[in-house]
């Protein structure tokens, strides 16, 4: 899921607000109304509806009217695809870290015959 | 490391750029010289200079200049702190679903006097 570039984009630069964080952060304790999700929060009304629309559009919510309340969910999908794409990175990272310690200690066990 | 939100902003701000996100991902592999980095990039030196100071300004990338030569590798721990902030929203997420799991079958073991 979520593997096109664009997409990506825009769940990182979602992420990349601490409103939308905080949001995300109460919603992974389970779906809250937009007013419940605004109430704590130093902004108004407004822009709590446009933060969530920024989550939505990316995909790291979704929504659902109920006659006049709507409801927000979090998307785990999304916010593991996120995690996958950095997870890939460090894994890489740590590969490379292990090639290098293998390739020192057989080099350390087999001195070249200049060496000898 | 990496605890405070305003980092946190940063480093999912510079991982919101798909060009970025290109670089991490060759410097995941090993360290690259500015010019390797700008190579295969469609996009001017100039260019890239700027993504690298981006990265760098957030910690993802670390540089060091050895002569004419400035030497970019990844920072594993920034990358890991963005992850972990991802991972434990998933798992509270996960944590939910479970509780709300044992409550339903405990519901549906335990019918309440009204439903005997």
Known sequence: MLNQ??????VFQALGDPGRRVMVERLSLGPLSVSELARPMAMSLAA????????????????QKTGRIRTC???P????S??????ERRTQWERRLDRLGDFLTETAGNPTEENQ
């Open 82 to 87: 996120a995690e996958e794409w950095i997870s």
């Open 77 to 80: 999908g999304v916010l593991q």
């Open 5 to 10: 570039t664009a997409d990506l984009d825009r």
């Open 73 to 75: 969910s979090i998307n």
């Open 48 to 63: 709590v509806v446009q933060h969530v629309q920024v989550l939505e559009a990316c995909g790291l919510v979704r929504s």
